[in-house]
């Protein structure tokens, strides 16, 4: 049987989760969830350490004099791994991209629609409905232009991605950079106190 409670990977596993598909929310939804599993990794490493048996602080120093230090490695490792994982990933055509490919189409053609910051699938659709109706509707579109215009939304989706994922493997990189050297100085604080 499974056990009820939850362990801190889970948290991490939520978090990734969560990481995969901030496109598909707003901010301020994105940011709760954040900060919710932020809370929640909290307490669940107090709870991991007030599970263990107190010991007396000279004890436990001569016990593991590094401790504490392992601990922030191998926080720092999950990390770093975690983001080289993300660097690795390709992503998906998100609404996101959607989005701002039928912008793009729809400015091109100077053809009105409503501004929105959503970017959902019904967003999608809307725009998608302006772009074809208003084509088809002007008698700008036949069935070949149709079926043009799709194959190029295809590619401008996947360019819109293509621009996005590289600027998030920017910020991953340095990301990375950062925890690298945070790990390096620890490191040689432990080699020369």
Same mark, same amino acid.
């Given at each position: 049987?499974?056990?009820?409670?939850?362990?801190?990977?889970?948290?991490?596993?939520?978090?990734?989760?969560?990481?995969?598909?901030?496109?598909?929310?707003?901010?301020?939804?994105?940011?709760?969830?954040?900060?919710?599993?932020?809370?929640?990794? %909290?307490?669940?490493?107090?709870?991991?350490?007030? %599970?263990?048996?107190?010991?007396?602080?000279?004890?436990?120093?001569?016990?593991?004099?590094?401790?504490?230090?392992?601990?922030?490695?191998?926080?720092?490792?999950?990390?770093?791994?975690?983001?080289?994982?993300?660097?690795?990933?390709? *992503?998906?055509?998100?609404?996101?991209?959607?989005?701002?490919?039928?912008?793009?189409?729809?400015?091109?053609?100077?053809?009105?629609?409503r501004s929105s910051t959503?970017?959902?699938?019904?967003?999608?659709?809307?725009?998608?409905?302006?772009?074809?109706?208003?084509?088809? *509707?002007?008698?700008?579109?036949?069935?070949? *232009?149709?079926?043009?215009? %799709?194959?190029?939304?295809?590619?401008?989706?996947?360019?819109?991605?293509?621009?996005?994922?590289?600027?998030?493997?920017?910020?991953?990189?340095?990301?990375?950079?950062?925890?690298?050297?945070?790990?390096?100085?620890?490191?040689?604080?432990?080699?020369?106190?």
């Amino acid at each position: 049987m499974a056990s009820m409670g939850f362990h801190l990977n889970t948290i991490i596993a939520m978090m990734s989760i969560i990481d995969e598909h901030k496109d598909d929310t707003n901010e301020a939804t994105y940011v709760e969830m954040c900060n919710a599993l932020k809370h929640l990794h %909290t307490q669940c490493k107090s709870h991991e350490y007030s %599970t263990q048996p107190q010991q007396q602080p000279q004890q436990q120093q001569q016990q593991q004099p590094y401790a504490h230090i392992q601990l922030q490695l191998s926080r720092l490792d999950r990390q770093i791994e975690y983001l080289q994982s993300l660097i690795v990933s390709n *992503g998906r055509v998100t609404n996101q991209d959607k989005v701002k490919a039928l912008r793009a189409i729809l400015d091109n053609f100077s053809i009105e629609y409503r501004s929105s910051t959503e970017v959902s699938n019904n967003r999608v659709t809307e725009l998608n409905n302006i772009l074809f109706t208003q084509l088809s *509707g002007n008698n700008q579109l036949t069935a070949e *232009g149709v079926q043009h215009l %799709t194959r190029n939304l295809t590619r401008l989706y996947q360019e819109c991605k293509n621009e996005r994922v590289e600027r998030d493997r920017a910020l991953y990189r340095s990301r990375v950079e950062i925890l690298q050297n945070e790990r390096q100085h620890i490191l040689n604080n432990v080699i020369t106190p």
